[in-house]
């Protein structure tokens, strides 16, 4: 492939590539690592925000910490210090209720270091791929006939989150068009698994049965507004097709990773309860219904399938069921 940078060489036998992980301690993030770390033979330096949410990965990742996304100088330094092939920039402001309580926060953040990491990474001067993380937020209002949604629907974004990662996405098209950096940008639809916080809803509903299971709250669990469809994918699948988008995907193009199908939020939380170890009841809290709420979200992903191979493969069920017994495992440690 033409735009496939040149490997950063560590001894004359074995040409080793190196990719760079912002975020790296988060929730896409540390999935990302760990696939990397059984699935290539790549070096992996993470860079994340916050002092020892990556520690696991001490010793076996170059691991550095603090605001240098924000930092441009000091960006371009760890960027000509560590030579990446490959840049994964997932750090974001990801909640999307955060983003309407502080939209100048969310926008700040998600623009500036985004712009930041494709300066930093053509001052490097080798063209690394760098593989830009939208959402599928970013379509905002969808009709019916819209459905399932491909890369070339209209962008309607209906919250400062999506406009931030339209400007993201936005920003890795204009320096691909503008200075041929080779950027492949990605649209995720919802992706769940263990380690997610639970402001997202399938992580909320697993932690509080496992609470009620433990006996630290009332068998009452407290939900938002059950009719909406979601594409749900294990978080597993979805950094499975960021290495695919970034090492076989065209630069300059956008592709969506989806499950290709849609859940109601009830049957969602229909599936946990019925993995529930005690009965529960349910209550709608008004504080978790959102000012803007897309009816129906479903992903065509028919444009990365015709150029990985890559597909959504593990089952919903199976994700439920992690995720549950991540949050019994943390609610048991904290007793």
Request: charged share 20%; net charge neutral; with cysteine.
């Amino acid at each position: 492939m033409s735009d496939d940078p040149a490997p950063v060489t560590q001894d004359r036998r074995r040409p080793t590539l190196r990719a760079l992980i912002t975020g790296v301690g988060g929730f896409a993030g540390s999935h990302l690592t760990e696939y990397l770390l059984e699935q290539t033979d790549w070096d992996v330096v993470g860079l994340d925000l916050v002092e020892g949410r990556a520690a696991q990965y001490r010793g076996r990742i170059a691991l550095h910490t603090g605001d240098t996304l924000m930092n441009l100088p000091a960006l371009k330094e760890l960027f000509a210090a560590t030579s990446p092939a490959y840049i994964f920039h997932l750090a974001a402001q990801a909640f999307v209720p955060a983003s309407w309580e502080d939209p100048w926060n969310t926008l700040a953040n998600n623009i500036r270091s985004q712009l930041n990491v494709l300066l930093a990474a053509i001052a490097m001067g080798t063209r690394p791929r760098v593989l830009v993380v939208g959402s599928a937020d970013e379509y905002g209002i969808v009709a019916a006939g819209e459905l399932p949604i491909r890369e070339t629907n209209a962008l309607r974004p209906t919250s400062p989150y999506a406009v931030s990662k339209v400007a993201q996405d936005m920003l890795g098209y204009q320096y691909y068009a503008s200075h041929k950096l080779p950027v492949v940008r990605v649209r995720p639809f919802n992706h769940i698994g263990p380690g997610q916080s639970p402001a997202f809803v399938t992580s909320d509903f697993a932690k509080q049965i496992a609470e009620v299971e433990a006996g630290r709250r009332e068998p009452v669990l407290h939900v938002g507004d059950l009719s909406t469809r979601r594409d749900f994918s294990d978080v597993k699948d979805i950094v499975r097709g960021y290495h695919l988008a970034i090492t076989q995907g065209q630069a300059g193009e956008v592709y969506n990773l989806g499950a290709e199908r849609s859940y109601s939020i009830r049957e969602i939380l229909d599936q946990l309860m019925a993995l529930s170890r005690v009965p529960l009841r349910i209550e709608v809290d008004k504080s978790r219904l959102r000012p803007v709420d897309i009816p129906e979200i479903v992903s065509d992903c028919s444009k990365l399938r015709l150029q990985t191979g890559w597909q959504a493969l593990i089952p919903l069920e199976q994700s439920l069921n992690n995720i549950l017994e991540y949050w019994r495992q943390q609610v048991q440690a904290r007793q």
